[in-house]
């Protein structure tokens, strides 16, 4: 069979909904189309029947009960509903939130908002692997601090937090734990009891289901977490996210965690293989690196660097074929280096000539064959006709030029 390009290696962008995912949902377009919150017929109840045998799926996936699971449009709401609910009802308490450097975007601009009308928000940083500090964030801790926020697993690096450590912390001193889940679950086990958390985000799209349906995980009980709705209209959801629930999104986000469950650890055994071969070969490459603990880290991804490349030529060099992620992002008028690696301490330039390898359920041996084989490429010719190159091989120390 000849390869089909362009090979996909972004499942830390997106995932492709699994075929079984996708005829999961179909019925919910067309016979079975009733709203779930119509409690008078038929229609009503088989929607609502669906939405809550997806609600047990979702929560068998992460050790929770069904009733701790509140459906939204995705973790950037999930998130969002988490921290700014968290705000309101606790405002009581404090002002003060925990949380770090490198997380997602949702949730740094989240507390950034919230950082303009008033509240206190401490920013860990990250050492080299990109983990952070556990006794800079008990020395973080005041009697005001309401919420610690940090991400399971980081979506540009793949680097796990402590996040047992980090829950013995919070409990210890009476904060709530909320945990960006997003790039673990359904990927590594992860379990809001043994884990020890209180709040948790999740979202169908990085798990082989459809975009546009996620949930958050509201603890019940020691303690319940309550929340102030950030969107009103109808109290779905206990209250908590009113509006009619997406019905076939929310099954295709239950059978997408069913799937994980029952797949979960051959996936990340065979993707953890193929990831290292890919490590493995690419950093046979000279002046070519691994960013973060490769200890504390997603079995499908890997972010590597290639020094004295420039990002966008690299990026050039294979885009056509190759669709995966490089350490900057474009704006309208330059490339901005990831915030995430330049957390880790990477220069600019080796932050921009770094890529996200991201593996995922679909991608094959041949397709790691091609991946290798032509970003080895790339390099090789970007060098050899570069004068950075050429001056790093003549013994010139570049890093001592200004
Ligand atoms: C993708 C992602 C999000 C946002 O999820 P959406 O469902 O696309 O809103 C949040 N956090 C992390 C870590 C992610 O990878």
Redo the contacts with the bound molecule.
């Keep these: 069979m000849t390869l089909q390009l362009p090979v996909y290696l972004d499942n ?2 997106t995932t492709p909904c699994d075929q079984r995912v996708v005829a999961a949902m179909l019925p919910y377009f067309t016979e079975v189309f009733g709203n779930a919150a119509s409690r008078s017929h038929p229609f009503g109840w088989a929607a609502e029947e669906a939405v809550d045998y997806a609600r047990e799926q979702v929560a068998r996936l992460i050790g929770a009960a069904p009733r701790e699971i509140v459906f939204t449009s ?4 999930a ?1 969002n509903l988490a921290i700014k609910g968290v705000y309101d009802m606790y405002a009581g308490k404090g002002h003060h939130i925990i949380t770090a450097v490198t997380e ?1 975007k ?2 740094l601009d989240t507390c950034k908002r919230l950082e303009k009308s008033g509240a206190s928000i401490t920013w860990l940083p990250v050492d080299k692997e990109g983990q952070i500090d556990l006794s800079a964030l008990e020395a973080a801790i005041t009697p005001q601090t309401i919420l610690i926020s940090i ?1 399971y697993a ?2 540009e690096t793949g680097v796990i937090q402590p996040i047992r450590a980090i829950s013995d912390i919070a409990r210890k001193h009476g904060v709530l734990l909320m945990s ?1 889940a ?2 673990a679950t359904g990927k590594i086990p992860v379990d809001v009891n043994t884990d020890g958390i209180d709040l948790l ?1 999740l ?1 169908a ?2 798990m082989y289901g459809p ?1 546009g349906v ?1 949930a958050l995980y509201v603890r019940g009980r020691s303690p319940r977490v309550k929340l102030t709705a950030q969107i009103d209209g109808g109290g779905h959801e206990r209250g908590m996210r009113s509006g009619t629930l997406n019905v076939p999104g929310i099954v295709g986000l239950g059978k997408a965690a069913e799937l994980c469950m029952e797949e979960m650890a051959n996936d990340a055994q065979r993707l953890a293989l193929m990831r290292d071969r890919l490590q493995a070969t690419l950093l046979q490459l000279e002046q070519s690196y691994v960013n973060g603990s490769t200890a504390h880290r997603l079995p499908h991804t890997c972010n590597l660097s290639f020094k004295y490349v420039e990002g966008e030529a690299l990026m050039m060099g294979f885009n056509k074929t190759i669709a995966l992620s490089t350490g900057s992002a474009c704006t309208s008028a330059s490339m901005e280096p990831s915030y995430v690696l330049k957390a880790m301490g990477l220069t600019d330039d080796l932050a921009r000539a770094s890529l996200r390898f991201g593996l995922g359920r679909f991608t094959t041996d041949e397709q790691v064959d091609y991946v290798i084989r032509t970003i080895t490429d790339t390099v090789n010719q970007l060098r050899s006709s570069s004068p950075i190159w050429e001056m790093y091989k003549d013994g010139i120390d570049l890093d001592t030029i200004a």
């Design positions: 830390n962008a995705g973790a950037t709401e998130v997602h949702a949730v991400m980081n979506n960006d997003t790039q985000t979202s799209h990085k975009k996620g």
